[in-house]
């Protein structure tokens, strides 16, 4: 037991020693959260676009003041033709177009079907893409109060339109604030990415300046030594969530209307994952470029099929089978029940068991692996 | 070549160091074969793997009217691709714990008298429960039921006036959506060069992250400092077999994105190459930095993967748009390179644009690889000179352990 404290506390000096990690351990996770907090957001509105009014009408008019006022988008230029267009989208100046033809307000006037155009920059980002299912819903909207009018016209008959109202109610997040989406997965982001850099460079370190085997040489089990490697990894990577949630919750506000205890309780299980994982790139890495070109190689796929922007129910079959793998795609659920929905243990339990089992198969794992490559 | 003091040519001390450098990486081929082929490895999966376009949204219907319009109704949303019904519920409290542990997304629910209220042309209400923390896929969700309810109350009120003869009436607005630069509004089309600005980025700044603080670590700095190489020469010698070999795999992923997902080069392929290679030396010149200024492979780990994995990700306007972030944070969008790479990217790849759209991002760029490698210099010129007696300490240090 005293072997392993002062193991322990060796890896502490060791950690405390290089000036430049302490701020990489405890500051860099607040300042990525901080910038990234603020700047992930997906609300689609203000999409830049740009009027090409040919018609010039009142009813023209009336049909762009729609648009303009639906908070949506927002009128970044007046083109003189169609043509004219082009200028706008190649240099990126705007991201939509509407081109209102001649004839658009006589046509409506005459019960005729009147012709617009709406043009989106594909090239993109997503927001272009759903900027265009708003035009077209406001469109939809434009043509529904045109009806009402024509109906106006044969009320005599006793006509009525019909009338149908959706009401939508939103759960957990009214606003729709893409951000409180975002947040909480980044807060899981930075704990895996901490976790796992600092493991996966740990043991392959020793191996590569030649230190493993004068640890090997102590009275230190392997067990002994594993735990004492990563203990203050584990104190290390809860105190960043500590930090972490602090700052999403007090600054960002984020709400968080779970349990906290449950919360890091969690992340602890998480990091089981990310523990092992490293563990195991330690063991497979004969150098340091070699362990941390692995991580990278495990961390790309951790942060794009997690479900952190990219929807999982949209990936391929066989894509949303291999999600099932990715172990923080379970962590997000979780952290996105606990802080969004204040979901309790008895909702997160698949989600608790599922990081369990991959936590500890991973560490097993790469646990016999160091044993074996240790005798 | 500009002839130095000793009669030199500029480049001649260089040479040794490149070729110190090739034959290095030619041992360890495992790390070669990941900076080669990991970037093409990850474009090809997660080109196939991700887009943007919410379709299948899980979906449980409760009809509280069960007649026959209530249920054509409701098949209306179950026949688009954008939802599939997963549950019927018979009460509409079940559709807590469903939205609770993200079993459905949405849960609609017909009132009693739907049918009825329909027919007699009285005003119907139906409801939409959305779970609102996945709040992408539930805004454009939302907006989805929007447009179904609007075109079918826009159906039902045309077929009121059709009874009554009065079918002359045409749906009011044709509007003719297109979509540029990417017709069919495929996600590859946008993602991939997103993509591989990001995968490109990481990988760049990581092969040469380890360069200087390896030989460091291990001691062999010492021998580099008493030989003739000048700092110049270290830092070019240790960029430039990294910028071929990074050209190499960036032009891997251009083919591929042509081949597989159809991504082309509308615009100047020699254009595309200049800001490739100003990109790939800036990024392997911010390796460099970093592995000047840290004092252990972990740390220079750290601070490559701390610069450029989420910071890449999140402000480089590769999913998030840069003018939906708050004013604050824009200005830290213009340090991150990838931003003026990706700008480029898609003008030339998808719009086929000339210099004239982009030449200020090329700037940027130059600026950057031109930073990157000055700076590095100049702090492996300082520390190599005042570093001496520390890394003494360091060596003692090294052996107490």
């Given at each position: 037991?005293?072997t392993i404290?002062?193991f322990i506390?060796?890896e502490?000096?060791?950690?405390r020693r290089?000036?430049?990690?302490?701020?990489?351990?405890?500051?860099?996770?607040?300042?990525?959260l901080?910038l990234?907090?603020?700047?992930v957001?997906l609300?689609?509105?203000d999409?830049?676009?740009?009027?090409?009014?040919?018609d010039r009408?009142?009813?023209s008019?009336e049909?762009?003041?729609?648009?303009?006022?639906?908070?949506?988008f927002?009128?970044?230029g007046?083109a003189?033709?169609?043509?004219?267009?082009?200028?706008?989208?190649?240099h990126?100046?705007?991201s939509?177009?509407f081109?209102?033809?001649?004839g658009f307000g006589n046509?409506?006037a005459?019960?005729?079907t009147?012709?617009?155009q709406l043009?989106a920059?594909?090239?993109?980002?997503?927001?272009a893409?759903?900027?265009?299912n708003?035009?077209?819903?406001?469109?939809a909207r434009f043509?529904?109060r045109?009806?009402?009018?024509?109906f106006e016209k044969?009320?005599?008959?006793g006509?009525?339109p019909?009338?149908?109202?959706t009401?939508v109610?939103?759960?957990?997040?009214?606003?729709?604030r893409s951000?409180?989406?975002?947040?909480?997965?980044?807060l899981?982001?930075v704990?895996?990415v901490?976790?796992l850099?600092?493991?996966s460079?740990a043991?392959?370190?020793?191996?590569?300046?030649?230190?493993l085997e004068?640890?090997?040489?102590t009275?230190?089990?392997?067990r002994e030594?594993?735990?004492?490697?990563?203990l203050p990894?584990?104190v290390i990577g809860?105190i960043d969530?500590?930090?972490?949630?602090?700052?999403a919750?007090?600054?960002?506000?984020?709400p968080?209307?779970?349990?906290?205890p449950?919360?890091?309780?969690?992340a602890?299980?998480f990091?089981?994952t990310?523990?092992?994982l490293?563990?195991f790139?330690?063991t497979?890495?004969?150098?340091?470029q070699q362990a941390?070109?692995?991580?990278?190689?495990f961390m790309?796929?951790?942060?794009?099929?997690?479900g952190?922007v990219?929807?999982?129910?949209?990936?391929?079959?066989?894509?949303?089978?291999?999600?099932y793998?990715?172990p923080?795609?379970?962590?997000?659920?979780?952290?996105?029940?606990i802080f969004?929905k204040?979901v309790?243990?008895p909702?997160?339990?698949?989600?608790t068991?599922?990081?369990?089992a991959?936590?500890?198969?991973?560490?097993i794992?790469?646990?016999?692996?160091?044993r074996k490559?240790?005798? | 070549?500009?002839?130095?003091?000793?009669?030199?040519?500029?480049?001649a001390?260089?040479?040794p160091?490149?070729?110190?450098?090739?034959r290095?990486i030619r041992?360890?081929?495992r790390?070669l074969g990941?900076?080669?082929?990991?970037?093409a490895?990850?474009?090809?999966v997660f080109?196939y793997?991700?887009?943007?376009?919410?379709?299948?949204?899980?979906l449980?219907?409760?009809d509280?009217?069960?007649?026959?319009a209530?249920?054509?109704f409701s098949?209306k949303?179950?026949?688009t691709?954008?939802?599939?019904?997963?549950?019927?519920?018979?009460?509409p409290r079940?559709?807590?714990?469903?939205?609770g542990?993200?079993?459905v997304?949405?849960?609609l629910?017909?009132?009693?008298?739907?049918?009825?209220?329909?027919?007699?042309?009285?005003?119907?209400?139906?409801q939409?429960?959305?779970?609102g923390?996945s709040?992408?896929?539930?805004?454009?969700?939302?907006g989805?039921?929007?447009a179904?309810?609007?075109?079918?109350?826009?159906r039902f009120?045309?077929?009121?006036l059709e009874?009554?003869?009065?079918?002359?009436?045409?749906?009011p607005?044709a509007v003719?959506?297109r979509v540029w630069?990417?017709?069919?509004?495929?996600?590859?089309?946008f993602?991939?060069p997103?993509l591989?600005?990001?995968?490109?980025?990481?990988?760049?700044?990581?092969?040469?992250?380890?360069?200087?603080v390896?030989?460091r670590?291990r001691?062999t700095?010492?021998?580099?400092?008493?030989?003739p190489?000048?700092p110049?020469?270290l830092?070019?010698?240790?960029?430039?077999?990294y910028?071929?070999?990074s050209l190499?795999?960036?032009?891997?992923?251009?083919?591929?994105?042509?081949?597989l997902?159809?991504v082309?080069?509308?615009g100047?392929?020699?254009l595309?190459l200049?800001?490739?290679?100003?990109?790939?030396?800036?990024?392997?010149?911010?390796g460099?930095?970093?592995?000047t200024?840290a004092k252990?492979?972990?740390?220079?780990f750290?601070i490559?993967?701390?610069t450029t994995?989420?910071p890449?990700f999140?402000?480089?306007?590769?999913?998030?748009?840069?003018?939906n972030?708050?004013l604050v944070?824009?200005?830290?969008?213009?340090?991150?390179?990838?931003r003026?790479?990706?700008a480029t990217l898609?003008?030339?790849?998808?719009?086929?644009t000339g210099?004239?759209?982009?030449?200020?991002?090329?700037?940027?760029?130059a600026?950057?690889?031109?930073?990157?490698?000055?700076?590095?210099?100049?702090?492996?010129?300082?520390?190599?000179?005042?570093?001496?007696?520390?890394?003494?300490?360091?060596g003692?240090?090294?052996?107490?352990?």
């Amino acid at each position: 037991m005293r072997t392993i404290l002062t193991f322990i506390r060796k890896e502490f000096l060791q950690l405390r020693r290089d000036r430049r990690m302490l701020p990489i351990l405890f500051i860099a996770p607040i300042v990525q959260l901080l910038l990234l907090g603020y700047a992930v957001d997906l609300d689609v509105r203000d999409v830049p676009a740009v009027v090409c009014d040919l018609d010039r009408t009142a009813a023209s008019r009336e049909f762009l003041a729609m648009y303009f006022h639906s908070g949506y988008f927002t009128e970044k230029g007046r083109a003189e033709t169609p043509g004219d267009v082009d200028r706008f989208l190649d240099h990126g100046l705007a991201s939509m177009a509407f081109i209102i033809p001649r004839g658009f307000g006589n046509d409506l006037a005459a019960g005729r079907t009147a012709r617009v155009q709406l043009i989106a920059d594909g090239s993109e980002s997503q927001s272009a893409t759903v900027g265009l299912n708003y035009a077209s819903l406001i469109a939809a909207r434009f043509s529904e109060r045109v009806l009402a009018e024509a109906f106006e016209k044969v009320k005599a008959l006793g006509l009525r339109p019909v009338r149908l109202q959706t009401e939508v109610r939103v759960w957990y997040n009214p606003e729709l604030r893409s951000r409180y989406f975002l947040v909480p997965g980044i807060l899981g982001l930075v704990l895996m990415v901490m976790t796992l850099m600092l493991t996966s460079m740990a043991i392959v370190r020793e191996k590569e300046m030649g230190t493993l085997e004068q640890l090997i040489v102590t009275p230190l089990k392997a067990r002994e030594l594993i735990l004492g490697k990563l203990l203050p990894f584990v104190v290390i990577g809860l105190i960043d969530v500590i930090l972490v949630v602090g700052v999403a919750t007090l600054l960002i506000r984020v709400p968080l209307r779970g349990s906290v205890p449950l919360l890091l309780a969690l992340a602890l299980v998480f990091m089981l994952t990310t523990l092992g994982l490293g563990l195991f790139v330690s063991t497979i890495s004969r150098n340091q470029q070699q362990a941390m070109l692995t991580a990278v190689f495990f961390m790309i796929p951790m942060i794009l099929l997690s479900g952190f922007v990219f929807p999982i129910e949209n990936m391929p079959r066989l894509f949303q089978a291999v999600t099932y793998a990715i172990p923080i795609r379970y962590f997000f659920t979780v952290i996105r029940g606990i802080f969004l929905k204040g979901v309790g243990l008895p909702e997160l339990w698949d989600e608790t068991a599922a990081m369990l089992a991959f936590g500890l198969g991973i560490f097993i794992l790469s646990v016999l692996r160091f044993r074996k490559r240790l005798e | 070549m500009t002839g130095e003091p000793g009669g030199r040519p500029f480049f001649a001390g260089i040479r040794p160091v490149i070729r110190k450098e090739f034959r290095q990486i030619r041992r360890d081929p495992r790390s070669l074969g990941f900076l080669l082929f990991l970037p093409a490895f990850l474009l090809l999966v997660f080109g196939y793997a991700l887009n943007f376009d919410v379709k299948h949204v899980s979906l449980a219907v409760c009809d509280l009217d069960g007649t026959q319009a209530s249920r054509d109704f409701s098949g209306k949303f179950a026949a688009t691709e954008y939802f599939d019904l997963r549950y019927r519920l018979s009460d509409p409290r079940e559709a807590d714990a469903l939205l609770g542990r993200e079993a459905v997304g949405i849960v609609l629910i017909i009132p009693r008298g739907f049918g009825d209220d329909l027919a007699a042309g009285r005003e119907t209400k139906i409801q939409a429960l959305v779970d609102g923390a996945s709040a992408m896929t539930a805004t454009t969700a939302a907006g989805y039921i929007g447009a179904i309810v609007q075109s079918q109350t826009m159906r039902f009120s045309l077929d009121v006036l059709e009874r009554r003869g009065l079918n002359r009436l045409e749906l009011p607005l044709a509007v003719e959506t297109r979509v540029w630069y990417n017709p069919e509004l495929r996600s590859a089309r946008f993602l991939v060069p997103g993509l591989m600005v990001f995968i490109l980025m990481v990988i760049v700044v990581i092969s040469t992250a380890l360069t200087v603080v390896r030989e460091r670590e291990r001691g062999t700095m010492e021998q580099i400092l008493v030989s003739p190489v000048r700092p110049v020469d270290l830092v070019l010698g240790k960029t430039v077999p990294y910028v071929l070999i990074s050209l190499v795999s960036a032009h891997v992923v251009l083919l591929l994105g042509f081949l597989l997902f159809g991504v082309p080069i509308r615009g100047n392929y020699l254009l595309l190459l200049l800001t490739m290679t100003l990109f790939l030396t800036g990024g392997l010149g911010q390796g460099v930095l970093i592995s000047t200024m840290a004092k252990s492979q972990q740390v220079a780990f750290m601070i490559s993967i701390l610069t450029t994995f989420l910071p890449t990700f999140i402000l480089s306007g590769f999913v998030f748009p840069i003018r939906n972030m708050p004013l604050v944070i824009q200005p830290f969008t213009y340090l991150i390179p990838a931003r003026y790479f990706l700008a480029t990217l898609r003008a030339v790849m998808l719009k086929g644009t000339g210099l004239g759209a982009f030449w200020k991002e090329v700037l940027f760029l130059a600026a950057f690889a031109a930073v990157t490698i000055v700076v590095s210099t100049m702090r492996l010129k300082r520390t190599g000179l005042e570093e001496r007696p520390r890394r003494f300490l360091g060596g003692r240090r090294r052996v107490a352990r």
